[in-house]
């Protein structure tokens, strides 16, 4: 019966100091697939992590890549629903076209559907004319564009990719940059995810079908854009991306024999092994000494808006906070009020900041039954424990 006793009461300590100190589990972090592009990057789209890189800051050319930007600056900087002439310049342009024809009137809208669905270089003079009014000027917009978005290895020379300079290039990493930042805008999602689209063929007696180059959109559960491309000094090159439960990963693989296995086998590693994990929520109450500031109201400090990140199992326990604080005195009238920042790391890597704001502290019924069902259930752990070592 002493040794039953005994055993018991040593359980329950075993237990009560699982809870205090969680297991340690070491994880190794998966590796990624073997892959035949010569460079590749997979970004997650809402935070823009980049996951994984190959050779992900080689500058090369990128083909017909490059229409993503083309597309995102026309729709940032124009209106559908314009009627664009096409310019005899746009006529003829060698490779994928749509075939349109001097002075043909489209709107800006059908335009678009023709260069991403069909890749058609026509389509790509004609919205750069229209939009740039030139297209030397619009290859500024493009590059001005690249800059903004954090494009650092890029320069771009035309709107269509052909290998007619040696001076337009970008890299895996800023190409999924821009893929992941066009998906952000519901106009683009809504072209580069369409399979099948019939847009106006002026002088003809039907329209224009267009179908979707990108095999990703059927070949994988979730696959919701982005472009395909090749040239022969480029080969083959492919931005593709996919939702699943709410998240959407984007690959970029450049000079990719296997590129729609590549791509594949990207976003599968990606899902399988990274989740999108909770930090901080919006009122979340943010723990700190705060030394230096005084705090005679008993403000709480709180953040002002949620914050995720993808994060591997096996990285988790390295996240850790900094706070930064503009205010040296909390008062009553800095409620609701920006008071400072909340800084994320993973290591020495800053991975996001919130702001913080000032709220009072709240104290309801339903906190306080959850203080007392919590402090129950210690007192009644700690009754168990003692009663079970008494006993032996």
């Avoid at 007696?205 to 000094?233: H, P």
């Avoid at 930090?279 to 943010?286: P, S």
Wanted: charged letters at 20%; one cysteine or more; a neutral charge.
């Amino acid at each position: 019966m002493k040794v039953s006793k005994l055993f018991s009461g040593g359980l329950v300590v075993f237990l009560f100091l699982q809870l205090l100190v969680p297991m340690q589990r070491a994880s190794a972090s998966p590796k990624p697939p073997s892959i035949s592009a010569e460079a590749a990057a997979l970004i997650d789209v809402a935070s823009g992590r980049i996951l994984y890189e190959k050779k992900g800051e080689q500058k090369m050319r990128i083909a017909s890549l490059t229409k993503t930007m083309t597309a995102i600056v026309a729709i940032e900087s124009s209106n559908l629903s314009d009627m664009v002439t096409v310019p005899p310049e746009a006529v003829g342009v060698e490779g994928s076209s749509i075939y349109l024809k001097n002075g043909e009137k489209l709107t800006l809208e059908d335009l678009l559907y023709g260069l991403m669905l069909r890749s058609g270089n026509d389509a790509a003079v004609t919205i750069a004319t229209h939009v740039g009014g030139s297209v030397p000027g619009f290859v500024q917009m493009m590059n001005e564009k690249a800059a903004m978005i954090g494009m650092t290895h890029t320069n771009f020379m035309n709107p269509h990719g052909l290998d007619d300079s040696n001076m337009h290039y970008s890299t895996a990493d800023d190409m999924v940059r821009l893929s992941a930042y066009a998906l952000k805008n519901p106009v683009f999602r809504q072209i580069v995810s369409t399979k099948v689209k019939n847009i106006a063929w002026e002088g003809e007696s039907w329209e224009r079908r267009l179908q979707n180059k990108n095999k990703m959109l059927n070949l994988y559960k979730g696959a919701d854009g982005v472009k395909t491309g090749y040239t022969k000094l480029a080969k083959r090159c492919l931005a593709s991306s996919a939702t699943r439960d709410g998240r959407q990963l984007a690959v970029v693989t450049l000079n990719a024999p296997d590129d729609w296995d590549d791509s594949m086998a990207l976003m599968d590693w990606g899902f399988a092994n990274f989740q999108t994990t909770p930090l901080i929520h919006k009122g979340d109450a943010v723990q700190g000494e705060f030394a230096g500031i005084k705090n005679e109201d008993h403000l709480r400090v709180t953040a002002l808006n949620d914050f995720a990140y993808p994060l591997m199992d096996s990285e988790k326990n390295q996240v850790h906070t900094k706070v930064q604080m503009l205010e040296k005195e909390l008062t009553a009238k800095l409620v609701g009020k920006h008071i400072g920042f909340v800084e994320f790391y993973m290591g020495e890597q800053l991975i996001g900041r919130i702001p913080l704001t000032a709220s009072k502290q709240e104290t309801s019924m339903a906190t306080v039954a959850q203080s007392v069902e919590a402090g129950s259930f210690w007192r009644v752990l700690w009754t168990l424990m003692i009663g079970g070592l008494w006993d032996a």
